[in-house]
């Protein structure tokens, strides 16, 4: 079954908060090789004028997915996980994220095309904090590949 254009411009609810951990920031950052101290010592961000430690630009990826899975969940979207492959993604941010954070994701649909055979799904989430504030928007495209002949 193809992706159903009718998607695009669908907006779906927002998560419920993810508090930042300290902890998950640390992880995050040594998965993804980030070693400056400010994702690691809090007495160096704190130096720096954050609360907190910080987390490394691709952290947002944590709430994306989140929001990621209402669509995947989404019978109406016909998009199949184990034929996607993610094909894009960028970060436009407003500020760091910060241990403590607390982040709600909200997923648009922003772009369904066919491209040879498979579709493209191209997604904004637009992070805010608990203050409603925005944080960041993670734009992703997602290539769902077409059955097999």
């Not at 101290?37 to 160096?44: N, S």
């Not at 998009?79 to 709600?104: N, P």
């Amino acid at each position: 079954m193809p992706v159903n254009p009718e998607i695009q411009g669908r907006q779906y609810p927002p998560t419920p908060p993810y508090l930042v951990g300290r902890e998950k920031v640390r992880e995050f950052a040594r998965a993804v090789q980030a070693e400056h101290p400010l994702h690691h010592d809090v007495d160096a961000a704190r130096a720096a004028g954050h609360a907190d430690v910080i987390a490394p630009p691709t952290f947002p990826i944590v709430i994306q997915q989140l929001t990621w899975n209402q669509l995947l969940d989404d019978p109406a979207a016909g998009i199949v996980l184990e034929r996607i492959v993610h094909g894009d993604q960028r970060f436009t941010a407003t500020r760091a994220i910060v241990a403590g954070d607390e982040l709600t994701g909200q997923l648009t649909v922003t772009r369904v095309r066919s491209l040879g055979g498979n579709d493209m799904v191209t997604c904004e989430t637009r992070v805010t904090d608990a203050s409603g504030e925005h944080v960041v928007t993670a734009t992703s495209s997602l290539v769902v590949a077409g059955e097999a002949a």
